[in-house]
C-alpha cells in the first residue's frame, strides 16, 4: 500500500530559501524511489486551508513541517498552519517539525491533545552556518552541507522504516560524527568557518527531541 | 539557566577566535548574523546572547567529558 509523506515548503525569506532548497531535495529523492507518495505543500499552497484538507482528506502517516515558528505554532506562507486549535488533526501521524522551539509546548500538545504518534523537532532555533559569500544561494553553500544531510537522514531513516528512535540515534551519531570531522581530523575550510560549523551541528543535536511513542514507524 | 561572569568571558574569548565574518543563520530570525554580532549579543547578556552562553557551555562540557566522542 503506498503511503503519503506531506512536506510543508514555504519560501519567502533567507531561511526559508535554505530549508526550501532541503526539502526540495528530500522530496526528489524519496520520489526517485517510487515507493510513498510526497504531497508537496510549497510556497502559496503551504497555507492553513491546504493544510488541514491535506491531512483531512489524504491522511499522511508522516508529516515534515518546514519554516518558521514558534513553542506553540508552525508557519506556513505568512500565516500560521498549526496551532492548538487544529492540533487534533495530527491524530496517528509522525511529525517532524523544522521550525525554531517547536518541541516545546506544540510537541507535547501534539501528543496530549493531538494523538499524534510521535512528534520531533527542536526546543531552540534550528541553526545552519553559511557561506558569507554564498548565502543567497543555499544549492551552492557548501558550509550548508552538513545540515542538510543530517535532516535528510532523518527523514529517510524515517521512510526507510527505521522506528523514530532508531531514527533519531542514527542522526545524532551522524551529526557527533560531522562534528569529528569539522574538528579534529580537519576539512578544506578556506574560510575558516569549520569552528562554528561544529557549533552549529552541536546546537541542533542538543536541541533535538522528540515527543511520544519512540517505536513509531511510518 | 544562569551562569558566572566568567562563563561568559570564557565564551565570548572563544568567540573571538573565530572568523569574525562567519555567519549562523537561525530559523527565527530574517537573516543571518555573523561572529561579531553573536559576540555582541553575549557581551550585552541579550536572550540571543544567553542562549549562545548556555549552548557553548554546553558544548564545552560535552567536550571535557567525551560526550560527543572527540
Given at each position: 500500500m503506498t503511503k503519503h509523506i506531506l512536506l510543508t515548503r514555504p519560501l519567502h525569506d533567507i531561511p526559508t530559501s535554505y530549508l526550501h532548497c532541503i526539502s526540495g531535495e528530500l522530496k526528489k529523492e524519496i520520489e526517485s524511489v517510487g515507493e510513498h507518495k510526497v504531497i508537496d505543500l510549497?510556497?502559496?499552497d503551504a497555507v492553513r486551508k491546504k493544510f488541514e484538507k491535506a491531512l483531512d482528506k489524504i491522511n499522511p502517516r508522516l508529516v515534515v513541517l518546514h519554516g518558521h515558528?514558534?513553542?506553540?505554532?508552525?508557519?506556513?506562507?505568512?500565516?500560521?498552519i498549526l496551532d492548538?486549535?487544529?492540533?487534533?488533526?495530527?491524530?496517528?501521524?509522525?511529525?517532524?517539525?523544522?521550525?525554531?522551539?517547536?518541541?516545546?509546548?506544540?510537541?507535547?500538545?501534539?501528543?496530549?491533545?493531538?494523538?499524534?504518534?510521535a512528534f520531533i523537532g527542536y526546543d531552540s532555533e534550528f541553526v545552519i552556518i553559511v557561506d558569507p559569500q554564498k548565502s543567497a544561494i543555499p544549492m551552492k553553500d557548501k558550509n550548508f552541507r552538513p545540515f542538510k544531510d543530517v535532516h535528510k537522514m532523518l527523514v529517510l531513516s524515517l521512510v526507510s522504516g527505521c522506528t523514530v528512535s532508531t531514527s533519531l540515534d542514527r542522526t545524532k551519531t551522524h551529526m557527533r560524527k560531522l562534528i569529528r570531522e569539522y574538528g579534529?581530523?580537519?576539512?578544506?575550510?578556506?574560510?575558516g568557518d569549520a569552528p562554528l560549523i561544529r557549533f552549529g551541528l552541536f546546537w541542533n543535536l542538543l536541541c533535538l527531541k522528540k515527543h511520544g511513542n519512540g517505536d513509531a514507524v511510518f | 539557566m544562569p551562569y558566572?561572569?566568567?562563563?561568559?568571558?570564557?565564551?565570548?574569548?572563544?568567540?573571538?577566535?573565530?572568523?569574525?565574518?562567519?555567519?549562523?543563520?537561525?530559523?527565527?530570525?530574517?537573516?543571518p548574523i555573523t561572529v561579531r554580532e553573536m559576540i555582541e549579543e553575549v557581551k550585552r547578556?541579550?536572550?540571543?546572547?544567553?542562549?549562545?552562553?548556555?549552548?557553548?557551555m554546553s558544548y564545552l562540557k560535552a567536550l571535557a567529558s567525551g560526550g560527543i566522542d572527540l
Open positions: 510549497q510556497k502559496e515558528g514558534s513553542y506553540d505554532s508552525v508557519i506556513g506562507q505568512n500565516e500560521v492548538k486549535n487544529n492540533v487534533c488533526k495530527l491524530k496517528s501521524k509522525i511529525v517532524y517539525a523544522v521550525v525554531c522551539d517547536a518541541a516545546l509546548d506544540l510537541g507535547e500538545s501534539a501528543i496530549k491533545n493531538g494523538n499524534a504518534e579534529v581530523r580537519g576539512i578544506k575550510d578556506k574560510y | 558566572s561572569n566568567e562563563e561568559k568571558i570564557l565564551i565570548i574569548a572563544r568567540l573571538e577566535t573565530l572568523n569574525k565574518d562567519s555567519k549562523i543563520l537561525l530559523m527565527g530570525e530574517k537573516k547578556d541579550s536572550e540571543l546572547g544567553r542562549k549562545i552562553v548556555r549552548i557553548q
